[in-house]
């Protein structure tokens, strides 16, 4: 059928197909945080962090599906193998604790101010560089990221 691209996707919320009407060729579809090359650039952040601040010990970075930690837990551990990883992630999507530990008591779901990140499942890629390369996830509050935006905002004027 021309126009439309069928798709196996686990990505949740996806449709299976997609109506394509000006594309002729094949096309591929790049998982926006489960796939290789995505993770790689994202550890262009921690790169440059490195860059900065060679000194540091710590480096903090937010979780979804996990492409941001890992790409930046990779590269980090890289340069500086003794830095340590932590990850923060919203209480309303503990979608990576949940895979981690197994965990199927706490539900996601919800509005997060924080919703970039408000994801109910990581990635299979993520999830295994994220056992191997970050220290732990911490839970972080609604309200404690709202004042958080709250003080950089007032910082930064």
């Known amino acids: ?60 970075v937010p979780v979804g599906g996990g492409g941001f930690i890992a790409g930046c837990a990779i590269a980090a551990k890289d340069i500086h193998p003794a830095i340590e990883i932590i990850g923060v992630e919203t209480e309303m999507y503990p979608s990576m604790p949940n895979a981690l530990f197994g965990e199927t008591d706490r539900r996601t779901g919800g509005y ?14 993520t999830l295994k560089i994220v056992k191997e390369h970050v220290s732990r996830i911490d839970m972080v509050r609604e309200d404690d990221i709202e004042s958080a935006i709250h003080m950089l905002a007032e910082i930064e004027k």
């Open 1 to 60: 059928m021309a126009g439309v691209l069928w798709l196996r996707t686990s990505l949740p919320g996806l449709s299976e197909n997609f109506t394509l009407p000006r594309i002729k060729e094949p096309v591929e579809i790049i998982h926006p945080y489960d796939d290789d090359r995505i993770i790689a650039g994202q550890g262009a952040a921690a790169l440059e962090i490195l860059a900065d601040r060679s000194d540091i010990d710590t480096l903090v």
């Open 112 to 125: 997060s101010i924080a919703d970039g990140i408000s994801v109910k499942s990581p990635g299979e890629r």
